[in-house]
């Protein structure tokens, strides 16, 4: 009877700490005992580490066991820690002829049975053990296509808590012949980004012309117009004309997902953009992020370097659409909490459709429409001002012409995506170095001095600031347009007619 230690990754978001497993087994009445902050689901390892380990043909001593999960002052929650207690529990009750190595990781919940079940957030826990220098690792079979995804980390797998045994030199009988477990039922098709295609748009060409840019430039969106005019159409479309991720940032967006429970690592990293419509009936804490004891991701990490939806944007509560202020400016969201603070990113491009008004009918003369003018400016006042500050375009969707658009399939996505991709490839080489890479991030006081157009072609805008068109955040928003629509033209500067362009998207006709 003695001590022995293993190493396992405590989660807060995506951020990992290093948790020390170590158990104790000495004389006297028998008890175990698990300390460190556990929460309930990991208070609760102790019964699924007794059985797991009497049914995998080593019984716990009838002496006391004491776990201690270092540090000791951070919660720990979930049953991942299950396989690196009952490790450390036998090892240090002298059942196995070669400890666990230091360097190694171990993750994974624990069955009555002995098996080792899947738990949720496997990527960003062996992120976080690779960046404290641990380089092995020990996980469920269900997680090894997802842990093998980390490069730098040597990655073992297990069925069961006997086969492990077995590998450190545990003297038990090999492990019974288990029926499978069900299948899981198979996740979207990863491709579903790519399979919409604006060739179904018919007409809207304003409105297809404000996504391009918004693609090129990763800016955000608002489609105004009446019910079948196509906003939902042009909305779903964009993540099908975005540039597919970088390895870090599919590393970040699969993290999230693999943390929520929705990554399927078979196909590698998530490399196309994410599309969130969260539905306007949707809670806070469902689309920014929240819940009890600690945070969990909300619609807005999940959408992470890709597009959150809001369809009928006026219908969602205010409190919703107030809490994605700061995340519009800051590219994250941090969450309090009682049990601490959790920080995911939100870096998303927002794409809002809005009826003209409740009935959906106040478009041109407005005759068809049957509400008030009260009712019409309360429901477009419930989009606040300094929430619209932050929508870099506001694009009005008409109904379709037939007689106009002739019914001509509009242009494909490909082609759209290509003129995208060529203008981000201008903003990587031009902000080559910097901290960010489009155009919507460039910081504002760059643009008045660096990025600075040609003062002469202020004319226009400085015209708007001073008429009080424009607030300072959207006039610096103008300009990061200014420099999308030069960059879809292969232009070294944006010019008047640039920013011009760049007005109309934002306020309508600027004269």
Known sequence: MGQARTVSISLTGLEGTLVEVEADVSPGLPAFSLVGLPDSSTLQARDRVRAASARSGVHLAQRRITVNMTPAWQHKHGSGFDL??????????????????????????????GRLRPVPGVLPALLAARGHGLCRAVVPEENLAEARLVQGIEVD?????????????????????????????????????????????????????AAEVAAAGGHHLLLTGPPGAGKTMIAARLPGILPELSTEDALDVSAVH??????????????????????????????????????????????????????????????????????????????????GVTRYPARFQLVLAANPCPCGNSWGKGERCTCTALQRRRYLSRLSGPVMDRIDMRVDVGPVDLRRSGGEPSEPSASIAARVRRARERQRSRYAGRNWSTNAHLPGPLLRTEFAPAKADLALLDHSHGQGRLTLRGYDRVLRLAWTLADLDAADRPDAVHIGEALTLRLGDPR
């Open 84 to 113: 690196a207690i009952a490790l450390a529990v036998i090892d240090a009750q002298g059942d196995l002829r070669t400890h666990v190595p230091s360097d190694t990781v171990l993750l994974g919940e624990l069955g009555l049975d």
């Open 157 to 209: 797998a297990a069925s069961d808590l006997a086969t492990l045994l077995h590998r450190f030199g545990a003297d038990v009988p090999p492990a019974p012949p288990r029926e499978p477990l069900p299948a899981p039922t198979p996740p979207a098709p990863r491709g579903t980004a790519r399979t919409t295609d604006f060739a179904d748009v018919i007409g809207q060409a304003e409105a297809r012309r």
């Open 258 to 339: 693999s943390l929520d429970g929705r990554f399927d690592a078979r196909e590698g990293l998530l490399h196309l953009p994410p599309l969130e419509s969260p539905h306007h009936t949707a809670s806070a804490a469902a689309v920014v992020g929240g819940g009890g004891g600690l945070a969990r991701p909300g619609a807005i990490s999940r959408a992470h370097c890709g597009v959150l939806f809001l369809d009928e944007a006026p219908e969602f509560s205010s409190r919703v659409l107030e809490a994605l202020r700061e995340p519009l400016e800051t590219g994250d969201i941090t969450l309090h909490r009682a049990r």
